[in-house]
């Protein structure tokens, strides 16, 4: 009896076994796992932490609505996140852990140029579509990689505007001193300056590239008495607080101070105060843009009010960029009709749609380029020339995107 006791129980267990499993099976299989590889700690975990909020706000709109929408059926989305550390190398590792270990269907990319060159070769090797909702080293393109895209233009694809845009001042500014951090995307941001400062005709008194997170107060003294007219930095969140500080510290104010990735972020206002008024600002897009669109938020006003619900932040356009990967991929598993748990040819037929994603989204339009130096990158939003006014970001260019009159020249840090 007690014998048959045992054999019943160990069947009622295998069966409770196998019950679950197939239970779990079922729950992967509604579910896409999403990799997400990003700096949360480190150096850049300012900016890491910026993607996760616009990847975060994509989720949990996407789960909100039951999931993603394929053929009548709705997936949800899990993030799997990887730290990358703010280090190339740990962005690599994290990569193919996520890959090989936890099999995601694809990934949501990095904050930095230089972390998304070193996961690009992974994922290609893997043959897992990435996009980036932040990078914008023209590096990243040039190379081509087949299974990375990116929803933020290419710096050498925005910088000029911001140029053109301080060349209508009046007075019309006369020189130009430029400055970038040496990494990947400072260093480009720097370099599309001073193409543009050269084309336009400003004469360019300094042009340094410095070892990232230096001291910028011996450098700018000596700026100082060459006296530009403009002072235009390529650098990240932190470095620009410091960058701003340092010139309040030195007592130089230009007529013109341009910056560009970090300074729509609450942070970079709440760091600088009212110091903060009246810097300049490359940007591709705002809370205020004027769009439309009928894929989870009707337009980038209601983003930044679900951002500002969710996160008390309205958001920034690399937040914003990363939820637009988020919709870019959904788009694309749409229209090929892929599922969790992909094989290599979906994965393949994945990219395809990707390379064909044309679609008006909160954040603008959405179209990757398919060939040329900006092969992958999102080519189909208009630069914009942002300016900080009043503790407000608002577009000051092109004209046609105008919503106030740009400040020029700024007033003296002393008499702020």
Known sequence: M?????????????????????????DAKSTFKVGVITELS????????ITKRGYDLWAQEVNAKGGIDIKGKKYKVELLYA??????AAGAAAAERLITQEHVDFILGPYSSGVTLAVAPVVDKYKIPMITGSAESPLIWKNKFKYTFGTIPPINFTGAQSIKTLMEMKPTPKTIAIIGSN???????????????????????????VPSGQ????????????KPDIIAFGGHDEEHVKFVKALRQIGYTPKGLLMHCGITDKAFTDAVGKDGN???????????????????WPNAAA?????????????????GGCSAAGIAFQVALQKVGATPGMSEDMRTKLVAAIE??????????????TSGEFFHANVGLVPLTIQIQGDKIVTVGPKASQEAAPQYPMKEWKSR
């Open 2 to 26: 007690n014998l048959r006791r045992a054999v019943l129980s160990a069947v009622m267990c295998i069966t409770t076994l196998f019950s679950a499993t197939q239970l779990f099976a079922a």
């Open 42 to 49: 480190g150096d850049l975990a300012t900016g890491g932490n």
């Open 83 to 88: 730290d990358a550390q703010s280090n190339p």
């Open 183 to 209: 990494d990947a995307f400072s260093k480009a941001t720097a370099e599309a300056y001073k193409t543009a400062a050269e084309a336009a005709k400003l004469k360019v008194l300094k042009f340094s590239i």
């Open 215 to 226: 001291d910028m107060t011996p450098l700018l003294s000596a700026v100082k008495s060459m």
């Open 278 to 296: 009246q810097i300049f600002g490359t940007t591709c897009w705002t809370g205020t843009a004027k769009t439309t669109s009928k894929i989870l």
């Open 303 to 319: 983003y930044a009010a679900a951002s500002q619900k969710a996160f008390n932040n309205p958001g920034d356009y690399t937040q």
């Open 356 to 369: 064909q994603v044309d679609v008006q989204t909160f954040y603008g339009r959405v179209k990757f380029a």
